[in-house]
């Protein structure tokens, strides 16, 4: 090789590792920028939850305020019990509504992908359908039917008609169609029936995008607002953002007291999703990795 081919290669080389760093930069500066975005909120709600009153009306915008006080959060913690109440309903509706969602959508779509019956394409694309039809257009008949039903004022008003949805049917369908068929062809040979294939080989190998699918499910229950304030009245039987938004009108101009009701309401989901996000991740790896 000659001195100037070897020194377009060289320059090439440079080029092409300076184009690469530059992406790699560009990358990070997107992902911290989008991090900071995201941060940014919530640090001002909790900043503002242990401001005091005095130094939020006196003084302008604090990254740090000057003072800090706890009584609105012992006040929440401590002497409103009543939040605790609401905590609780939150969390055993957005529980049950899970688990109920993760074996009908499963079963559905174990049935769709694994079981030979006519119209089953049919069912699915009924399914895949709905998502054409916004939630909102439900509203109205689902009422009419909890209400005949005598649901109104209790938590399977709220869970019931939640205890399906195509989203799920969805996901889990695309992934059953990638568990080999040999697995199951070797059960059959050794007598298990469709449940046990379903219970003990189906199950256990979407263990990520169940996990997957149950943290979005449990998110999306716990923010629900519209709906558990049409079918509920009784403010014992509020869940946490119906909750707070009532705080909200009685302290219209306190905004550390409502701050700090709506840091107590999103902490357990904070919780829950640094417990589970390395499934989280998994099951977005996994899929990626299948098509």
Same mark, same amino acid.
């Given at each position: 090789?000659?001195?100037? =081919?070897?020194?377009?290669?060289?320059?090439?080389?440079?080029?092409?590792?300076?184009?690469?760093?530059?992406?790699?930069?560009? @990358?990070?500066?997107?992902?911290?920028?989008?991090?900071?975005?995201?941060?940014?909120?919530?640090?001002?709600?909790?900043?503002?939850?242990?401001?005091?009153?005095?130094?939020?009306? =006196?003084?302008?915008?604090?990254?740090?305020?000057? =003072?800090?006080?706890?009584?609105?959060?012992?006040?929440?913690?401590?002497?409103?019990?009543?939040?605790?109440?609401?905590?609780?309903?939150?969390?055993?509706?957005?529980?049950?509504?899970?688990?109920?969602?993760?074996?009908?959508?499963?079963?559905?779509?174990?049935?769709? +992908?694994? &079981?030979?019956?006519?119209?089953?394409?049919?069912?699915?694309?009924? *399914?895949?359908?709905?998502?054409?039809?916004?939630?909102?257009?439900?509203?109205?008949?689902?009422?009419?039917?909890?209400?005949?039903?005598?649901?109104?004022?209790?938590? $399977?008003? *709220?869970?019931?008609?939640?205890?399906?949805?195509?989203?799920?049917?969805?996901?889990? @369908?695309?992934?059953?169609?990638?568990?080999?068929?040999? /697995? =199951?062809?070797?059960?059959? /040979?050794?007598?298990?029936?469709?449940?046990?294939?379903?219970?003990?080989? *189906?199950?256990?190998?979407? +263990?990520?995008?169940?996990?997957?699918?149950?943290?979005?499910?449990?998110?999306?229950?716990?923010?629900?607002? &519209? $709906?558990?304030?049409?079918?509920?009245?009784?403010?014992?039987?509020?869940?946490?953002?119906?909750?707070?938004?009532?705080?909200?009108? @009685?302290?219209?101009?306190?905004?550390?007291?409502?701050?700090?009701?709506?840091?107590?309401?999103?902490?357990? &989901?904070?919780?829950?999703?640094? &417990?589970?996000?390395?499934?989280?991740?998994?099951?977005?790896?996994?899929?990626?990795?299948?098509?």
């Amino acid at each position: 090789m000659s001195n100037r =081919e070897a020194t377009d290669a060289e320059r090439a080389g440079v080029g092409w590792l300076n184009s690469r760093r530059l992406y790699r930069i560009g @990358v990070y500066v997107a992902m911290y920028g989008l991090a900071i975005a995201f941060f940014i909120p919530y640090w001002r709600m909790f900043q503002l939850s242990v401001t005091p009153m005095r130094v939020i009306a =006196e003084s302008g915008f604090h990254w740090i305020p000057p =003072e800090f006080t706890f009584a609105v959060w012992r006040r929440f913690l401590l002497e409103e019990p009543i939040i605790y109440r609401w905590a609780f309903n939150t969390f055993l509706i957005s529980s049950i509504t899970t688990v109920i969602v993760l074996v009908v959508d499963s079963m559905i779509a174990f049935s769709i +992908t694994r &079981l030979r019956w006519p119209g089953s394409r049919l069912i699915f694309g009924i *399914i895949m359908a709905s998502f054409m039809i916004p939630g909102y257009v439900n509203i109205i008949p689902l009422f009419t039917l909890i209400n005949d039903l005598g649901l109104v004022n209790s938590y $399977w008003a *709220i869970i019931l008609p939640f205890a399906a949805g195509p989203l799920g049917v969805f996901l889990l @369908v695309q992934f059953f169609r990638d568990i080999p068929e040999e /697995l =199951e062809e070797a059960a059959r /040979l050794d007598g298990f029936s469709p449940l046990r294939i379903y219970a003990r080989i *189906i199950v256990p190998l979407s +263990t990520p995008i169940l996990t997957a699918l149950g943290l979005f499910v449990f998110i999306w229950s716990w923010n629900q607002f &519209l $709906w558990p304030l049409i079918v509920i009245n009784r403010d014992t039987l509020y869940t946490l953002p119906i909750g707070v938004v009532t705080l909200r009108s @009685v302290n219209a101009l306190s905004p550390n007291v409502i701050m700090a009701s709506l840091a107590i309401a999103s902490l357990p &989901l904070f919780v829950v999703f640094l &417990l589970f996000q390395d499934k989280l991740i998994s099951s977005v790896q996994m899929q990626a990795s299948t098509g």
